[in-house]
């Protein structure tokens, strides 16, 4: 009686391949993300004139992080986030023209108030869709910079909120004229929310939103919880806005109508542009990018600098999409791809 011989299995047939893909700049704590942070110190050291533009390149860079944790992960494209920003700088400068400048907990505060405002009108914005969605952050934003115009027995109206003082960073820290202070105050708030927002993005919360961004319906098929992500994602985006309205709103000591407006809210957009949404570092590097170019380009004509920028951002927009951190990712990967190539090619020659 013969039995039936059965042939080994090649371990490697049967499991899947193996997809090599070329790591974004973002992907893991690297020594690329060490050299940005350690540049971010060198301010400090290098350039002491020029902390307090360096606070608000930080500033700025939070809150297009904050964007884009809305818009590169979970695909709400958002004109009216200034209002969660406006909202914690009212916030925090009410707290301390009230008396209560200690810096730390009017952060907190703040933060939980535009997380509140965010949350409720995340139902406003994410019970529609596409041109809808879009449309309700626009009035959201809208609705509240004029609130706090016709409030102007509160807010100080289109004179802004003055009068406002910062206490002592942890009692032992003064807010000196040069910066230095708030420059190490912002720069730490940063690192912390960074870290945060990290953490975030790379869990399986931020594994659902990217599927959400990109087929909202394959993930309603597959059971996800989608209003209930985007509620959460959008209110959380709201609080980190708020983090920075607090930010710029002590190290200021001032905090004006602008703050809401929709100025405020298409310059991160066109940050995240610059930089490249759905990308940790595309917010700090469109800031950067951003505010440089600016002061470059009112050198040149103060009237019209918007139109170079609308310009570069047009040429970004067709010729690097992902911004400049995707165009370098891009070069990276086909360069990596160009030198696997050629490795293997004088082993092909070898065997023919």
């Known amino acids: 009686m013969s039995s039936d011989v059965v042939p080994p299995v090649d371990a490697s047939a049967s499991a899947p391949p193996i997809v090599a893909r070329a790591p974004g700049l973002d992907d893991r704590f690297g020594r690329l993300e060490i050299v940005f942070w350690l540049l971010a110190i060198a301010p400090l050291l290098v350039l002491p004139d020029y902390l307090v533009l360096a606070s608000q390149v930080l500033i700025a860079a939070l809150f297009a992080l904050s964007l884009d944790l809305i818009l590169g992960y979970a695909g709400i494209v958002s004109l009216g986030h200034a209002a969660f920003f406006g909202v914690g700088a009212y916030v925090a400068g009410l707290l301390s023209v009230r008396g209560h400048a200690e810096p730390l907990s009017g952060l907190v ?155 405020r809210s298409a310059g991160a957009l066109v940050m995240l542009v610059l930089g490249g949404a759905g990308r940790l570092y595309g917010a700090f590097v469109g800031s950067c990018l951003f505010m440089l170019l600016q002061s470059v380009f009112s050198d040149i004509h103060p009237a019209y600098w918007q139109f170079w920028m609308g310009c570069l951002v047009m040429l970004i927009a067709f010729f690097a999409r992902g911004g400049i951190l995707g165009y370098a990712s891009d070069m990276l990967m086909r360069l990596r791809e160009r030198r696997a190539l050629s490795a293997a090619a004088p082993a092909a020659r070898t065997r023919a």
């Open 109 to 263: 505060v703040a933060a939980l108030a535009s997380g509140v405002v965010g949350f409720c009108t995340s139902f406003l914005v994410v019970g529609g869709h596409g041109l809808t969605r879009l449309m309700v952050t626009l009035a959201v934003g809208l609705s509240l910079h004029e609130a706090a115009n016709q409030a102007s027995s509160v807010t100080g109206g289109t004179d802004g909120l003055s009068g406002m003082e910062t206490s002592d960073l942890l009692s032992l820290l003064p807010f000196d004229m040069l910066g230095k202070t708030a420059y190490l105050y912002v720069l730490g708030v940063c690192f912390v929310v960074f870290l945060l927002v990290r953490r975030l993005v790379h869990s399986p919360f931020g594994l659902s939103l990217r599927g959400i961004r990109e087929n909202e319906r394959r993930m309603h098929a597959l059971g996800a919880p989608v209003q209930r992500r985007l509620i959460e994602v959008y209110t959380l985006a709201a609080a980190l806005a708020g983090v920075a309205g607090a930010l710029s709103a002590q190290t200021t000591e001032f905090v004006g109508l602008e703050t809401l407006g929709f100025d």
